[in-house]
């Protein structure tokens, strides 16, 4: 390289040099940013839980319940763990006194008075959530009791024929349709379905229209075991039964700096929930499946998978043809009441 040369990029290389670095610095400061504000706020952290911790808890461990409920080879005495968690957030949240009218705490009661009947008309013995059961009825006292025992469902039921035909429905109906379904019939899937639904999902909005995001489709019934048994978002036979397994993941390398950190959990979110949507469409049952792993389990199922070490893993989906019936938890939403607030 020349004098002249050198001068000219000198500059240009120091500039850029300053540049990163500021970047990274940045970069940092963020990440102690992030640290922060979810280590002060999360419910695994905080020492006296707020209204929202138990709620969110509360959700977590009834929705387990409730899964297992909807299960179609429901066990007798199961999720032994789940309960004890549910009745001891549940202890807390009545002695912080939060409101007894709230819509998760009240779901929760019903999935126990769900699990308590199931157990009942079996002849199957489970005396210490029955008390544990009567113990959160009485503190709701008998008028809210009433109302609570009337209409409780911890599952609904539809037939194939429902969610097929639902797809070409207006898309509140669509909406209501779209559901998690973790049991899937025998029938083979065909790739060209879950490709036609991948294509859909390419208009999927992302940041200055980088879409970031990759699929692998997973039709190794051995790569799928061992890429979902290190997952754990489906258990037993659920996961055995898995037969297709998409993974969504996102490139960082598509990212410019500092404050652009989160858009990969973004696009990639963005993109996932179109993709369920495209599946539904497709007339596929799918399940999304966490992917609150550790490093450790992150780097191996990018190893079991081959992923790039610049991708971060967005979600799981399990893929399947709908049975001819099938349950799923209720899954109770919300009111807008609980979440929109205007300014
Ligand atoms: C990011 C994400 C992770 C999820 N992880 C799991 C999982 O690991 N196992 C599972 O059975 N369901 C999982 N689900 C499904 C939720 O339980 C389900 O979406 C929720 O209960 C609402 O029910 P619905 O999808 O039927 O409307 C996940 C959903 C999302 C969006």
Not at 69 to 82: D, P, T
């Amino acid at each position: 390289m020349n004098r002249e040369k050198l001068e000219i990029l000198l500059p240009v290389l120091i500039i850029n040099f300053i540049k990163r670095s500021i970047y990274k610095f940045r970069l940092l400061n963020y990440f102690m940013y992030d640290y922060r504000q979810y280590s002060k706020h999360s419910f695994g952290f905080t020492r006296k839980p707020t209204y929202e911790n138990l709620r969110a808890k509360i959700t977590l461990h009834y929705h387990s319940i409730e899964k297992g409920l909807s299960n179609i080879n429901v066990r007798l005495g199961f999720g032994e763990k789940a309960l004890k968690n549910l009745v001891h957030v549940l202890e807390e949240y009545k002695n912080c006194e939060f409101p007894k009218d709230d819509k998760r705490y009240l779901s929760a009661i019903n999935i126990l008075i769900s699990y308590v009947d199931l157990h009942e008309k079996n002849n199957y013995d489970v005396p210490w959530i029955k008390g544990k059961l009567t113990e959160q009825l009485n503190y709701l006292g008998e008028n809210q009791t009433k109302k609570m025992t009337k209409n409780h469902m911890p599952y609904r039921e539809f037939t194939k024929k429902e969610i097929i035909e639902s797809v070409n429905k207006p898309f509140d109906e669509f909406l209501k349709h779209r559901v998690s379904v973790r049991d899937y019939s025998t029938e083979e899937v065909d790739v060209n379905q879950i490709n036609d639904a991948i294509e859909m999902a390419i208009r999927t909005p992302s940041v200055c229209n980088r879409q970031p995001w990759k699929v692998y489709v997973l039709k190794n019934y051995d790569t799928i075991q061992k890429a979902s048994g290190v997952q754990k978002g489906l258990n037993g036979e659920r996961r055995t039964n898995v037969r297709n397994l998409l993974i969504v993941t996102t490139d960082i390398s598509y990212f410019a700096n500092d404050k652009e950190r989160n858009e990969p959990f973004i696009d990639g979110g963005l993109f996932s929930m179109t993709l369920l949507y495209a599946l539904h469409y497709k007339g596929l049952a799918a399940c999304s499946l966490n992917n609150s792993m550790s490093n450790k389990d992150f780097k191996e199922v990018k190893r079991i998978v081959n992923i790039r070490s610049s991708e971060r893993l967005i979600m799981f989906i399990s893929v399947g043809k709908y049975s001819d019936k099938l349950i799923v938890p209720t899954s109770t939403r919300d009111s807008l009441d609980d979440f929109v607030e205007y300014r």
